[in-house]
């Protein structure tokens, strides 16, 4: 019979059924179905909501727990049930008032209910103390805002005050309480004054930013009083903390209108962006505005578009599209145009980093144009920017056209080099370098070393660019030199890593290396012309010869990671490209023999690596780099909004972490705090690489020196990320290792372990025919075993037990010993699990393997286990005295050739248990008479 053919009743009966079962979603369908088949609100569909309340209570979905007990006391009111039902997912979701008035009401629709009295007494102390905190937060939170806001206050005293808010806004009940007495209306008047005064203005941001988190409600009555312009002014800054306390009241503004938090992995909530649409959209296009705005800082500026580039890439948000609809793009393009040397009256400001930030915004936008027609859309918008800059006869326009080309060239590659390709405009930039005005050569030169990243480019730029560049490289000018030296080197690395294709003279790159250093360790040149030698070294570093040269060189590399630490992201691109070459951290093509050999009898070109990339050299380059101080290059660039540039960041890290003795160097160095957001956002190859160097680090060192506090906990997730069939053995081996010493830190480790779903993931690799991975993973499981929630899994309906035993038995003698100490915990902690050991077949061989093992470690593991068995119960002593396992005890403590005295000592109360079980001399009947029932709590069950 279907669900569509039974009735109600019959449908809540099947629901009653599945619930004693434990099958939650099938009792959940069950009640659901008899929901929507009852027309009337009857005392029966309030029992079908009580019900499925009661399997939302289960499933820990308190929200519905609490809608379905309303639905049910609409039909009844002051039913005990329902009011219990919502006490509890109150109390689970904090808000204990609620909470304790449902315990009251139950008390007095049923005062001789057991279950509710002592849930009534825990919340009436929770409650109590709450109003006690709430009278002591009240009074603090009227004295901080009589002091914050009196202007006749001494101004420290102000500071004091409004940073004394900010803490207190941090709490719910101080937050809801200053919202009520008015603080954002003191907080505009306050603010019209100390114009000047950044650490007020700061804490006010801050203040503002907390009581509008996790609270769209609220947060739309804020911003009605305040409106959105208010941010951009507090952005309006060049104080890099005001800019950046204004940008995270910003991005919590667009989280609490679409459900989001600032943890890498959060999404928006449909639901909720659907509700507040013209908001977010109006937000939207408060930023796309504001980008091209005249009277703002460049650093306010770079901030606008971090805060679009972080954001658009939510599918649910929509905002890709909707920046094309608004002619966002336009705006951009105009940002990207700018030039620092154009100073007149209605000119930008901007920041060395700008266009490198613009550039990576227009990136993402082109990713998240997921279908051919919104991609037309994306480059007729483009076209139609260049097409109007070009009409534009003046110089001015050729070269901001020219600028935005190179922006281009570093974002969407394909949008830009769809532009190159054009009749003319690969030409143009060509007399442009090879004109006498400096600024058209600088960026000319600057969009030749951009354009050159396609072989079929390069090519042409060989033939037609090379004696333009040379040319150049004579000029007196230092900006105009370096660039093209870098253009040169482009030029001279367009064939990677292989040594058969060298498109300059031989020698040539250790030429051009050498120039690149006198720019680069001098340090009378400013910091634009040391960054654009760093870039020319980016690119010769694919070669060997001038790898080694170069790791050989402390001044040269010491002055790259000084430029590193500046954290300029214009930077970011050439230090890291030139590490990833040093590391060799780039993906290499796996070459198959047969294709290789298929290659050849076709007479197809051969890739061929040089002699200096063996194994050998890269890890003196990476312990070299690693005692050098390349880590604190690494966490001034992790800063970058850029995925690519953080994947090439993780994968530095991660060939650093892979030579042993440079690992404490890292975590100095605070490598280990920057791997941990690295390994949660970014590229899938990114988080992989950065989770590898975390598992890497906690092999080595204590997990509580390289992952202190908090950090423990959150080192947890990319750890189990890499344990998936798509890692390779290697990563999961590393994962498993470093797990293992997480594991064995404390109790409260060991169970947000478990809360993660480290078990299962582990588990399954105690299956594999790895070796190594099936020593590791039991291994872990041997440290997780300490955790009661651990034991409670073994003691299931399963053979998790069984497959200990088998394993303790293991011929690999680490393996043995991870098993049969689990298993000699496990037998400690359960009886159960002490009787499942006999549903193995082969227990009794295992048991002989363990008590006559040579190793002593684990003779003691086993004659724990078998210890343990004997005092458990009566009926599990029973089933091993009759086989010769009292024997071999007794055999145990007599023996000579046993040296470990403990072996002979718990061998020992091991056959005094049995002798109290009275089992020893004469076996006896099981007595079976323990069984004690407890009287189920009406509340709980389901009607």
Request: charged share 25%; hydrophobic share 40%; glycine share 4%.
């Amino acid at each position: 019979m279907t669900k569509s053919n039974l009735s109600p009743l019959e449908l809540k009966e099947k629901g009653n059924e599945e619930f004693q079962k434990g099958n939650w979603d099938e009792a959940l369908r069950y009640y659901t179905s008899a929901i929507k088949s009852t027309n009337e609100n009857n005392i029966e569909k309030a029992v079908f909501y009580k019900n499925r309340a009661a399997v939302y209570l289960k499933q820990k979905d308190y929200d519905n727990v609490i809608k379905d007990c309303n639905e049910a006391l609409k039909i009844c009111p002051n039913d005990p049930k329902a009011l219990f039902r919502r006490c509890q997912a109150f109390e689970a979701l904090e808000k204990y008032e609620e909470a304790y008035r449902d315990a009251r009401f139950v008390i007095s629709a049923d005062p001789a209910n057991k279950a509710v009295k002592p849930i009534l007494s825990r919340l009436f102390e929770i409650v109590q103390e709450r109003h006690k905190q709430n009278s002591r937060i009240t009074a603090k939170v009227s004295q901080m805002l009589e002091m914050a806001f009196n202007i006749d206050t001494n101004g420290e005293k102000r500071e004091m005050a409004m940073n004394n808010l900010l803490v207190l806004s941090r709490e719910s009940t101080g937050a809801e309480i200053m919202f009520k007495e008015g603080i954002i209306l003191n907080i505009l008047k306050l603010l019209k004054v100390e114009k000047n005064n950044d650490e007020i203005i700061i804490a006010a941001i801050r203040i503002v930013a907390e009581l509008c988190k996790n609270n769209a409600e609220r947060t739309s009555t804020i911003i009605r009083e305040i409106g959105l312009p208010w941010f951009l002014e507090m952005l309006n800054s060049n104080n890099k903390q005001r800019v950046t306390a204004a940008q995270h009241c910003m991005q919590i503004v667009l989280n609490s209108y679409s459900g989001m938090d600032n943890k890498p992995d959060s999404k928006p909530n449909k639901e909720l962006c659907e509700k507040y649409k013209n908001e977010i959209d109006t937000f939207l296009s408060c930023l796309v505005f504001s980008t091209t705005n005249r009277t703002i800082t460049g650093l306010a500026r770079d901030t606008i578009i971090e805060l679009i580039m972080r954001n658009v890439h939510y599918s649910v948000l929509d905002w890709a599209e909707k920046l094309v609809d608004i002619r966002g793009l336009q705006r951009l393009m105009e940002v990207s145009s700018e030039l620092e040397e154009y100073k007149y009256e209605s000119a930008m400001n901007i920041t060395p980093s700008t266009r490198t930030i613009t550039s990576v915004c227009l990136g993402k936008i082109y990713e998240n144009m997921y279908y051919d027609a919104a991609k037309d859309k994306f480059c007729a918008a483009i076209d139609e920017f260049i097409k109007d800059k070009l009409l534009d006869p003046e110089v001015e326009s050729k070269v901001r056209v020219t600028v935005a080309i190179t922006t281009l060239l570093l974002g969407p590659l394909d949008v830009g080099n769809s532009i190159v390709a054009r009749d003319g405009i690969l030409q143009m930039i060509l007399v442009m370098a090879s004109t006498d005005d400096s600024l058209q050569q600088k960026v000319a030169c600057e969009c030749i070393i951009a354009a050159a990243s396609k072989k079929d480019k390069a090519n042409t730029i060989i033939n037609q660019g090379v004696n333009i560049l040379k040319k150049l490289y004579q000029s007196k000018d230092d900006g105009i030199r370096v660039r093209a030296l870098v253009g040169l080197c482009k030029l001279s690395s367009s064939g990677g890593t292989d040594v058969t294709i060298k498109p300059f003279a031989d020698g040539a790159s250790l030429k051009l290396t050498a120039a690149c250093r006198r720019f680069l360790i001098n340090p009378k040149k400013d910091k634009d012309i040391r960054k654009w030698a760093v870039e020319g070294l980016s690119y010769l570093t694919f070669d060997a010869e001038v790898k080694e040269k170069l790791i050989e060189d402390t001044e040269a590399i010491q002055a790259m990671i000084d430029v590193a630490k500046v954290g300029d992201q214009s930077v970011i691109y050439g230090v890291i490209t030139t590490l990833v070459n040093l590391c060799n951290a780039y993906d290499k093509q796996e070459i198959i023999p047969e294709m290789l050999e298929l290659a050849k009898f076709a007479k197809q070109h051969i890739p061929e690596e040089h002699e200096l990339d063996d194994p050998d050299f890269v890890n003196k380059r990476l312990i070299t780099l690693g005692k050098l101080g390349v880590t604190t290059a690494l966490v001034a660039l992790a800063k970058t909004d850029s995925q690519n540039c953080k994947e090439l960041i993780a994968r530095v890290f991660n060939a650093i972490c892979s030579q042993q003795e440079v690992r404490g160097i890292v975590v100095q160095q605070g490598g280990a705090k920057t791997l941990l957001p690295l390994a949660l956002d970014g590229t899938v190859k990114g988080k992989k690489q950065a989770s590898q160097a975390l598992a890497r680090i906690g092999i080595t060192i204590n997990p509580e020196v390289a992952f202190p506090g908090q950090r423990i906990m959150e080192v947890i997730r990319p750890l189990l990320n890499l344990l998936n069939p798509d890692c390779t053995a290697l990563e999961n081996f590393e994962s498993l290792m470093a797990l293992c010493n997480i594991a064995g830190v404390n109790d409260s480790i060991r169970k947000h372990m478990l809360k993660e779903g480290a078990f299962s993931k582990i588990e399954s690799y105690m299956y594999e025919d790895h070796l190594m991975l099936q020593r590791a993973a039991t291994q872990v499981i041997n440290n997780l075993m300490m955790c009661e929630d651990t034991v409670k899994l073994y003691e299931g309906e399963n053979d998790r037990v069984k497959y200990l035993v088998i394993l303790s038995a293991d011929e690999d003698q680490e393996t043995s010993l991870a098993a049969s100490g689990a298993l000699a915990m496990l037998t400690a902690a359960s009886e159960k699990a002490c009787l499942k050991i006999f549903d193995s077949q082969n227990w009794l061989e295992s048991i002989h393997f363990l008590l006559a093992n040579p190793n002593p470690d684990i003779q003691h593991r086993g004659v724990v286990i078998v210890s343990n068995m004997i005092q458990s119960t009566k009926e599990v002593a029973a089933k091993l005295i009759e086989t010769d396992v009292m024997e071999i005890l007794m055999a145990l403590t007599k023996s000579e050739m046993v040296e470990n005295e403990k072996v002979k000592r718990i061998a020992s109360s091991a056959l005094e248990a049995a002798a109290n079980w009275q089992l020893i001399e004469k076996k006896s009947e099981d007595n079976n008479n323990a069984a004690s029932t407890t009287e189920d709590n009406p509340l709980e069950s389901v009607e």
